[in-house]
């Protein structure tokens, strides 16, 4: 199975900086334990570039800081029926993995881990609160990325939002 861990945000705003930490935590978690098959990204946002990058994969599981109403974080689908939409970031995984698809005739299964995040300020770090969830996340997502057909086998097993 070829995976790829794509985290987005930006670290200069503070909680936003989320899914680039995940990632590089998780990059060197993996090269320790010399996992084959997966691979990271890192980049302040998605982009139509992107669609080509997931093509390949057979998961992809983006990470992103979230302002939703969560309690740490949550995982979700990403099933390719979104738009492009100007936000703070500006093309969304469903986007992008609509692109691949209509694209490359490709549709990994994707997934979205949101991790709450509080503080968007232009400063560099997370708040305590976020780290606290980025340390909640990291062990979950590290169990997905050790043995990913039972952990993804069925949705009483995702903790969804």
Not at 13 to 26: I, N, P
Not at 90 to 111: G, H, M, N, T, W
């Amino acid at each position: 199975m070829q995976i790829l861990v794509y985290g987005y945000g930006n670290p200069g705003r503070q909680d936003d900086g989320l899914g680039v930490a995940l990632v590089e935590k998780l990059e060197s978690w993996a090269a320790e334990r010399q996992l084959t098959g997966i691979s990271f990204e890192n980049n302040y946002q998605l982009n139509i570039e992107d669609a080509e990058a997931i093509s390949d994969k057979d998961l992809v599981i983006f990470v992103d800081a979230s302002r939703e109403d969560i309690d740490d974080f949550c995982l979700t689908e990403v099933d390719g029926s979104g738009k492009l939409s100007f936000t703070t970031h500006a093309a969304s995984p469903d986007y992008i993995v609509k692109l691949c698809r209509e694209l490359f005739d490709s549709q990994p299964r994707a997934l979205l881990l949101h991790i709450k995040g509080y503080e968007w300020d232009l400063k560099e770090g997370l708040t305590e609160p976020a780290r606290d969830n980025l340390e909640k996340a990291e062990p979950y997502l590290q169990n997905i990325l050790e043995d990913p057909q039972p952990a993804l086998a069925s949705q009483e097993r995702l903790k969804t939002c």
